[in-house]
């Protein structure tokens, strides 16, 4: 660790690995409510099981993007952070309205949860993945200002880099596209087009620049290519991903209400989304060939490629798959989007934060990279997590597909509760491969305590 | 990447890509928030209605249906259940109200939510102006949605 203040990442790291498993743990929840309806009813009725699901996920990619840029941008802009007792202090304002926010879901009806915090006098929950508490969304927008003010100054008043301009662009447009979600207007159309502002310009828009200036710092440290190369790299898939990405909004307007021309713009220009990801795949790989060292930790380069193939296949493969309008209109709100969801929120934004994880946190706790055994468990994990996601995927397709025959294709269509029986098998294997990537999640937690000889101690 | 192809060149298509398709993306959502009340039902969007999607939210439909195919999966899409339900609003405040509290063996069902009967009158107007919106290809594809 060049800059002591890089260290304040762990914390984020260790908090986002922790949400992680709690993620998972309501994530096989739901699984087994997909089998049998009743499981932990009324206790835990599927759309709290899902919220907590969804919202845990975004915590902690949140914590994960926050603690690899103050992991980062010190190195990068070679200085100390600008205050690391804000850091600190925000992780833990961050943690605490998280984990109540949390157990508000599961602990009152969520209509009491909405009346506690006064959601009358600026209604914002209720809508999918901004179910937060209007109180929680400001704490998210108090966080995010401070973290980028704090990173902000970091960067502006060190060395400027590609990556860290880069990256503070995407997470300012973070924070700037959150505060579409303060708008809930009672005209559902709009609500519904706007909502769009926070959850595509998001996950297919500035999430892409954080998550291409993450691998790229990965990978610059991992192959020790030349900075120039990879910059320009750099610029390139982020170009392809915002001339595609923004416009490419509009497939998610083919049936809400919204004019016509957005079944061309949005087919068309989200056919291109997959360009920038199948680019990241071209980069990664190229870099490492031409790399120049081999560096002992080889578990992040097998991290920083799998993100990049996982990436492609997942939000640009299983994008395409149904986002040309006339497929769309019959997959649009099937188990085939579920299908698509997880495996492009594991390719791209999870493994890209367990790929700065695994580079970043050998050397926070002492050493270049982790002792041979941990990195061999740590590769055992990264393979149990990323086959089990492909079986999910491939499952919820298969489940996605028959139920698009028999719901929406068939001369006969059954209804939806009828249909959902027939998919009875696939669920029922979406769930066996879910408890594999537990599996896979408990190797990976225990892979930071496996003991074995120790790489140089930098 | 070869040489001709500078990295100055890289960050121009960035900058000038980036800057030019968010006006793009502006100047279309001007236009389809100018043309929406030609679709969006505006006419039926009453004080009543605005309640009803306070109580959609309020309790989390979303979190198990989806509405215009958007939400969860769990639970039958609603954007056309006022037409599924025989356009009757009262059929959908018999099914919301008949909701068994500890829910059915083995089966995914709906919550109780113990709602007034001003609350149910509400939700299942809202849920006929979700229905009248004119969606394109009158999606979804058919009655069972």
Not at chain 1, 38 to 63: G, K, Q, S, Y
Not at chain 1, 150 to 163: A, E, P
Not at chain 1, 336 to 354: E, K, N, P, Q
Request: aromatic share 16%; glycine share 8%.
């Amino acid at each position: 660790m060049k800059y002591e203040s890089q260290g304040v990442a762990k914390l984020y790291f260790i908090a986002a690995i922790g949400l992680f498993v709690g993620q998972i743990l309501f994530g096989v929840i739901m699984g087994v409510q997909y089998i049998s309806g009743d499981f932990l009813f009324p206790e835990i009725p599927f759309n709290v099981a899902r919220m907590v699901h969804t919202n845990l996920l975004i915590v902690w990619l949140l914590f994960g993007f926050m603690g690899s840029a103050y992991y980062l941008v010190p190195e990068e802009s070679e200085r100390e952070l600008f205050s690391p007792f804000l850091a600190k202090l925000m992780f833990w304002v961050f943690l605490v309205a998280g984990a109540l926010t949390i157990l508000g879901y599961l602990l009152v009806p969520y209509a009491t949860l909405a009346e506690i915090t006064m959601n009358d006098l600026l209604p914002t929950m209720g809508r999918e993945f901004l179910e937060q508490p209007t109180i929680t969304k400001i704490g998210i927008v108090i966080v995010a200002l401070s973290f980028l003010f704090n990173i902000g100054m970091t960067i502006l008043t060190g060395r400027k880099t590609v990556i860290t301009l880069v990256l503070l662009t995407g997470l300012a447009g973070l924070a700037v596209f959150f505060l579409f979600s303060f708008y809930n207007p009672d005209n559902l159309i709009l609500d519904k087009y706007f909502w769009w502002f926070v959850v595509h310009l998001w996950v297919e828009g500035v999430w892409e620049l954080i998550m291409a200036s993450l691998l790229a710092y990965v990978l610059i440290k991992v192959t020790g290519v030349d900075r120039e190369v990879i910059e320009k790299w750099l610029y390139i898939i982020i170009a392809m991903a915002l001339i595609s990405g923004l416009v490419g909004t509009g497939h998610h307007f083919f049936w809400i209400g919204t004019p016509d021309y957005w079944q061309w713009l949005g087919s068309i220009f989200s056919a291109l989304e997959p360009i920038p990801f199948f680019m990241m795949t071209l980069f990664a790989f190229n870099v490492v060939n031409k790399r120049r060292r081999d560096h002992p930790n080889k578990a992040a380069v097998l991290w920083a490629l799998g993100t990049a193939v996982m990436a492609f296949l997942g939000a640009g493969v299983w994008g395409f798959l149904h986002t040309l309008a006339p497929v769309n209109y019959y997959t649009h709100g099937t188990q085939i989007t579920a299908a698509h969801g997880h495996m492009a929120f594991y390719g791209a934004y999870v493994m890209v934060v367990l790929t700065m994880i695994s580079y970043s946190m050998p050397i926070m706790r002492g050493h270049k990279a982790s002792n041979e055994r941990a990195q061999v468990f740590e590769m055992w994990s990264f393979w149990l997590m990323t086959v089990s996601m492909v079986f999910i995927t491939l499952f919820l397709t298969g489940a996605g597909i028959l139920q698009v025959y028999l719901q929406r294709y068939s001369e006969a269509p059954l209804g939806f509760m009828v249909t959902q029986d027939k998919l009875a098998i696939f669920y029922i294997m979406r769930e066996v491969a879910g408890l594999v990537f537990l599996a896979g999640l408990i190797v990976y937690i225990l892979s930071f305590f496996v003991k074995g000889k120790e790489v140089e101690v930098i | 990447m070869r040489e001709t192809f500078t990295k100055g060149m890289a960050r121009n298509i960035y900058y000038g890509g980036g800057v030019f398709f968010f006006l793009v993306l502006i100047g279309l959502t001007v236009d389809t928030v100018v043309s929406l009340p030609k679709t969006d039902n505006s006419e039926n969007l009453t004080e009543q209605v605005a309640a009803g999607k306070r109580l959609w939210e309020r309790n989390d439909c979303i979190g198990c249906h989806t509405l215009l195919g958007e939400g969860a999966y769990f639970a039958p899409e609603l954007g056309n259940v006022y037409t599924r339900f025989g356009e009757s609003t009262e059929a959908i405040k018999g099914f919301i109200k008949s909701r068994p509290k500890n829910g059915i063996p083995n089966r995914r069902s709906m919550p109780q939510f113990n709602f007034t009967d001003e609350e149910l009158e509400a939700l299942a107007q809202f849920l006929k102006y979700s229905d009248g919106i004119k969606t394109a290809r009158d999606w979804p594809p058919n009655i069972q949605g």
